[in-house]
């Protein structure tokens, strides 16, 4: 059973650097085929998809995002981190890693059960 984890700072200030880990346990996130995920929930608001890097350490990211975010990962610790530059409030919301389904990377996702497997998601607020 794979399961994923994450962790970080629950409160950021504006204009600085949000920083969350994602611990994957009972699977490797260089198994060939999967794609890992960080997506976000704003209060009141859908899930939003952040970027995904691949078993193969390839990044894509949303449009929305890819000014602003990173996804970088560390094999020997099987995890995979997000960096989100110059946060604002807007930024505020449930952050939840995840890994897509057999290859298939939801961008546009309704619900995590888009998602082979997500964690139970951290919250974030960014505030001064």
């Known amino acids: 059973q794979v399961q994923l984890q994450e962790s970080g700072p629950g409160l950021v200030k504006p204009s600085q650097t949000l920083s969350l880990t994602c611990t994957v346990s009972g699977g490797s996130i260089t198994t060939n085929k999967y794609y890992w995920s960080w997506v976000r929930q704003p209060p009141g608001k859908g899930l939003e998809w952040i970027g995904y890097i691949g078993y193969g350490g390839d990044t894509y990211y949303s449009p929305f995002f890819s000014s602003r975010a990173s996804i970088s990962r560390d094999t020997s610790k099987n995890q995979f981190t997000l960096q989100l530059s110059s946060v604002t409030p807007e930024d505020t919301g449930v952050y939840y890693c995840?890994?897509?389904?057999?290859?298939?990377?939801?961008?546009?996702?309704?619900?995590?059960?888009?998602?082979?497997?997500w964690g139970q998601g951290t919250q974030v607020t960014v505030s001064s």
């Open positions: 995840a890994r897509d389904r057999d290859g298939i990377v939801t961008v546009t996702p309704t619900s995590l059960n888009d998602y082979d497997y």
